[in-house]
């Protein structure tokens, strides 16, 4: 304890050990939030910068420290930038070239404040003009007509460690702000293109959309392949450095589409194309932004009758705006886009529905749908499965699953002449026969889902439709499963059909067959649902025949 009490009666150790304490608060303080957002190893990362600005420091003959803290400053604050880069990406705009513009611009009045506060020294408004004369000299630098020289003769002036880092600060902002120039230059040119493709391509039909992703572009090539004299013009693209984007804008220069930064309410039509049709579809990802942009065309172009408007909403503020539209100037029509893919889906698969029904007596056939989930996709495929499957010599059996207690309820309000109980489960000599049944509150997970799939009759339908991808492939591979365990019979097979989002692209998968020889469910994969149907056979009358 003496031997303790003796070395704090030295000066270095009383301040090593309050630099200690201090730095310790500082470090539990800052601890927790950079391990939290995952940034812990920026400081081992700034050591290995403060350790190589030392060495050529060292290797040059220079002072260490001011050397080495200038760079440590510099490689923080470029990493805060590009921290904040990634955060604030999706607003638009190349953020990277912004961002290095004005740190060069602010490194160049920083670079040029000096010399000139030292010309003007002892004279009126000193510092107005020795600001004045940097903000000068640094547009001069970024356009290739500024000299070296009066700084070159300025640093000479200094301290030999301080001169020769400022000239070469100064070496490397002059060589890069030019680069900078001719990079907004080609920016420039690259929205020239566009405007010359829009302002002066001939077409027959004007289709504008409101933002470019990849259900613009998805729509934009099916129009593309029906009416190839159109010209397509994608508004409010701005650009980012992600590999999606890179993709989008490749594939609209595929389709010869112009890309304007401008928002399409604002978008200047040419003047011929105020007699030609012009189709505006409003399909950005905000809804209320879509409704926004509607309001602003109408109030524009509403009383054009070669004006159509596609609103890709169904708020109750979208049916004011349709109700509230001149039927004698822009066409408007909104479309809802769960009820249209569920619609596509039965287009192209709804067929396989009585090609595998179930035969009964007396003739008659069954077919038996599972629906796992009713939130947007489950409730419009149970409302188009309940009125595509009435068919006469057919009975329709509707199960649906869903986790939350007040499901069945949520669907009675929103449809209550389908669970009308004078005709859901009723058989009616002359009617249409179907029965729909909902299990509120029941998870996949439970036994007593696995319970009722044990009970129900032969599924010949199956759609999950959960709200994620990976939900819904575990839960139809869970019953997949669940089909193998029953032994269904040998006209079931496993494909899978997938379609990520609502690309044109489109594959087949086929696993090997197993070695248990138990055969398996097709399953069908698209837009946030799996669909599951038997393979058909010949026994089975066709679908085409019966309607």
Request: hydrophobic share 45%.
């Amino acid at each position: 304890m003496t031997l303790l009490l003796e070395m704090f009666t030295y000066p270095f150790i009383v301040r090593a050990f309050a630099a200690g304490v201090l730095l310790s608060l500082c470090a539990a303080l800052l601890g927790v939030p950079l391990v939290l957002k995952r940034y812990s190893m920026i400081g081992d990362g700034l050591s290995h910068v403060s350790f190589g600005a030392l060495s050529v420091a060292l290797a040059c003959g220079w002072a260490p420290l001011p050397v080495s803290i200038p760079v440590v400053i510099v490689a923080a604050l470029g990493l805060l930038l590009r921290s904040l880069h990634r955060r604030f990406r999706p607003s638009g705009g190349n953020e990277t070239l912004k961002v290095l513009l004005v740190c060069f611009f602010t490194c160049g009045i920083l670079l040029h404040l000096p010399m000139y506060a030292a010309a003007y020294a002892g004279e009126h408004l000193s510092w107005l003009k020795a600001l004045l004369g940097a903000v000068h000299h640094t547009l001069r630098m970024f356009v290739l007509d500024g000299e070296l020289d009066p700084i070159h003769e300025f640093a000479m002036s200094r301290p030999a460690v301080w001169s020769d880092l400022y000239f070469g600060a100064a070496i490397v902002v002059y060589l890069v702000s030019p680069l900078l120039t001719f990079s907004v230059v080609l920016s420039f040119f690259k929205n020239l293109s566009a405007l010359w493709r829009y302002a002066f391509r001939r077409c027959t039909e004007l289709y504008v959309f409101s933002e470019l992703n990849e259900d613009s572009l998805y729509l934009a090539g099916s129009i593309k392949a029906a009416h190839p004299k159109g010209l397509v013009v994608f508004t409010d693209v701005y650009e980012n450095e992600s590999e999606e984007f890179g993709e989008q804008m490749a594939a609209a220069h595929r389709l010869g589409a112009a890309c304007f930064k401008t928002d399409i309410a604002l978008l200047r039509l040419r003047r011929s194309d105020r007699s030609r049709p012009v189709y505006f579809f409003l399909m950005g990802r905000d809804k209320a932004e879509n409704i926004h942009q509607a309001v602003l065309l109408t109030r524009r172009w509403g009383t054009r009758s070669n004006m159509h408007l596609y609103l890709f909403a169904t708020g109750a503020e979208s049916e004011l705006l349709f109700q509230s539209a001149d039927p004698r100037g822009m066409r408007i029509r909104r479309v809802n886009e769960v009820r249209s893919l569920v619609q596509l889906l039965l287009y192209q698969q709804g067929e396989k529905l009585f090609e595998t029904a179930a035969p009964l007596p007396e003739g008659r056939h069954q077919i038996s749908a599972l629906l796992l989930g009713l939130g947007q996709y489950g409730t419009e495929m149970l409302k188009a499965l309940a009125w595509f499957g009435q068919m006469d010599g057919y009975d329709l059996r509707l199960t649906a699953v869903d986790a939350r207690p007040n499901a069945r309820e949520l669907f009675t309000y929103r449809c209550p002449e389908l669970m009308d109980r004078r005709h859901n489960g009723q058989r009616i000599p002359g009617e249409a026969q179907y029965d729909i049944r909902i299990h509120a509150g029941m998870r996949l997970e439970s036994r007593e889902f696995l319970e009722l799939v044990q009970t129900l009759p032969q599924l010949t339908y199956v759609f999950v439709a959960l709200g994620s991808d990976t939900r819904n492939i575990e839960a139809a591979v869970r019953l997949g499963g669940g089909c193998q365990r029953r032994g269904l019979p040998s006209r079931w097979s496993t494909r899978i059909f997938w379609r990520w989002g609502r690309t044109p692209s489109r594959r087949w998968l086929s696993p090997p067959s197993p070695t248990t020889g138990v055969p398996h469910t097709t399953f069908i994969f698209w837009a946030h649902g799996i669909c599951c149907t038997p393979r058909a056979t010949s026994s089975t009358p066709g679908w085409k025949q019966r309607r």
